[in-house]
């Protein structure tokens, strides 16, 4: 397993949440590391993204100014710290590795993903 993802639970609205990934493969830290998420019946969609060196972000508009995503090289661990959270944020969280920055909101670009984990926001 090349990314594990954790974090992952059932709090009520406008509560936090922090998920981590964590990467196995060394080589991982030399690419931008990104943040999907897929709610029932609907498509995966992108939430957030980091840079190789942790320098350059993006963000999904709908997650702006609440979610902060972060890395740390030297353990090779990907955050997305969630802030008040809304019962719409509720889906299955995944996070995963891409080798081009430019493609960092692209689902079929991404090479390594983690095995996802559910976020539930109450209302």
């Known amino acids: 397993v090349q990314l594990q993802a954790c974090g992952g639970g059932l709090v009520q609205a406008g509560g936090s949440l922090r998920l981590s990934c964590a990467a196995s493969e060394r080589t991982l830290s030399n690419w931008s590391m990104g943040w999907f998420r897929q709610a029932p019946g609907k498509a995966r969609e992108f939430v957030a993204a980091?840079?190789?060196?942790?320098?350059?972000?993006i963000y999904a508009d709908s997650v702006w100014g609440r979610f902060t995503i972060s890395r740390d090289n030297g353990d090779i661990l990907v955050y997305l710290e969630m802030n008040s959270l809304k019962p719409e944020d509720t889906a299955i969280y995944y996070c995963?590795?891409?080798?081009?920055?430019?493609?960092?909101?692209?689902?079929?670009?991404?090479?390594?993903w983690g095995q996802g984990t559910q976020v539930t926001v109450s209302s």
């Open positions: 980091i840079d190789e060196n942790g320098v350059t972000t």
């Open positions: 995963g590795a891409v080798p081009v920055w430019r493609f960092v909101k692209v689902f079929s670009k991404y090479q390594r």
